[in-house]
């Protein structure tokens, strides 16, 4: 407290994180049980989020068949954020508008992270729910180092792509709980498919703003990003 006045408390955000994918790259089994540094992709992402003073509430969208194991994951590591884990969709988008469906009444903006993203930092997190309380809508993401090609149909390189204005799109991504609720509803009534948050919101008119992400931030999608992710958290010291 200071001069006797209560130090304002930030928007109510809830964390939704879709895993009710199905792993195809990963070269059989659920990538989001497979086990990184001793802990299931999964149970990472969600201490991850756990540890984030921003975050209030977390919401898992999962398969039917993951359910009870995703919930037992969350008890069994002492997730006190966890409070659903709900049945997905077919898509992204229908998993993510049905965990906000769920989300808390009182939750002002909802922050999508994917289970496969379990080495998020409380600090990117931070950043994009700041950029959201200032913009409505926010989304990590990083600068694209590679040359990018754009290539024809037969194969060929029809041009050099200037990267000086490209991202990579990282999570979370998030967004005023009313509107990304309505885009992702447009959304889908409209057969539309998108393969992020975003470009539900842009279909709305809106303009997410960027905010800093992180190389260490990976998605876990192949063998090899499980040998990349061992090897941040050893250079963490959490390995």
Same mark, same amino acid.
């Given at each position: 407290?200071?001069?006797?006045?209560?130090?304002?408390?930030?928007?109510?955000?809830?964390?939704?994180?879709?895993?009710?994918?199905?792993?195809?790259?990963?070269?059989?089994?659920?990538?989001?049980?497979?086990?990184?540094?001793?802990?299931?992709?999964?149970?990472?992402?969600?201490?991850?989020?756990?540890?984030?003073?921003?975050?209030?509430?977390?919401?898992?969208?999962?398969?039917?068949?993951?359910?009870?194991?995703?919930?037992?994951?969350?008890?069994?590591?002492?997730?006190?954020?966890?409070?659903?884990?709900?049945?997905?969709?077919?898509?992204?988008?229908?998993?993510?508008?049905?965990? $906000?469906?769920?989300?808390?009444?009182?939750?002002?903006?909802?922050?999508?992270?994917? /289970? @496969? &993203? =379990?080495?998020? *930092?409380?600090?990117?997190?931070?950043?994009?729910?700041?950029?959201?309380?200032?913009?409505?809508?926010?989304?990590?993401?990083?600068?694209?180092?590679?040359?990018?090609?754009?290539?024809?149909?037969?194969?060929?390189?029809?041009?050099?792509?200037?990267?000086?204005?490209?991202?990579?799109?990282?999570?979370?991504?998030?967004?005023?709980?009313?509107?990304?609720?309505?885009?992702?509803?447009?959304?889908?009534? $409209?057969?539309?498919?998108?393969?992020?948050?975003?470009?539900?919101?842009?279909?709305? /008119? @809106? &303009? =997410?703003?960027? *905010?800093?992400?992180?190389?260490?931030?990976?998605?876990?999608?192949?063998?090899?990003?499980?040998?990349?992710?061992?090897?941040?958290?050893?250079?963490?010291?959490?390995?």
């Amino acid at each position: 407290m200071l001069f006797g006045k209560k130090k304002k408390q930030p928007p109510f955000v809830t964390a939704i994180i879709p895993a009710a994918g199905s792993s195809r790259r990963m070269g059989g089994g659920n990538k989001l049980l497979m086990e990184l540094g001793g802990v299931p992709v999964l149970g990472r992402t969600l201490l991850a989020l756990e540890a984030c003073e921003i975050i209030r509430e977390i919401i898992v969208a999962a398969s039917e068949e993951t359910i009870v194991a995703y919930a037992e994951l969350g008890k069994a590591l002492g997730v006190t954020k966890l409070t659903k884990v709900v049945k997905g969709g077919a898509t992204r988008q229908e998993s993510v508008y049905r965990a $906000a469906l769920e989300a808390a009444p009182e939750a002002e903006y909802l922050a999508v992270h994917d /289970g @496969a &993203r =379990p080495l998020v *930092t409380p600090e990117v997190v931070q950043k994009a729910c700041e950029g959201a309380f200032l913009h409505t809508c926010a989304a990590a993401a990083v600068p694209v180092h590679d040359t990018i090609k754009k290539v024809q149909k037969d194969g060929h390189i029809e041009c050099t792509v200037d990267r000086e204005d490209l991202r990579a799109m990282q999570t979370p991504q998030v967004a005023d709980k009313a509107l990304l609720t309505a885009a992702l509803q447009s959304a889908i009534e $409209a057969g539309i498919t998108v393969t992020d948050e975003c470009a539900a919101l842009e279909r709305m /008119g @809106a &303009r =997410p703003v960027i *905010t800093e992400g992180s190389f260490e931030n990976i998605k876990i999608t192949t063998p090899a990003d499980l040998i990349y992710g061992q090897a941040i958290l050893e250079g963490r010291g959490q390995a």
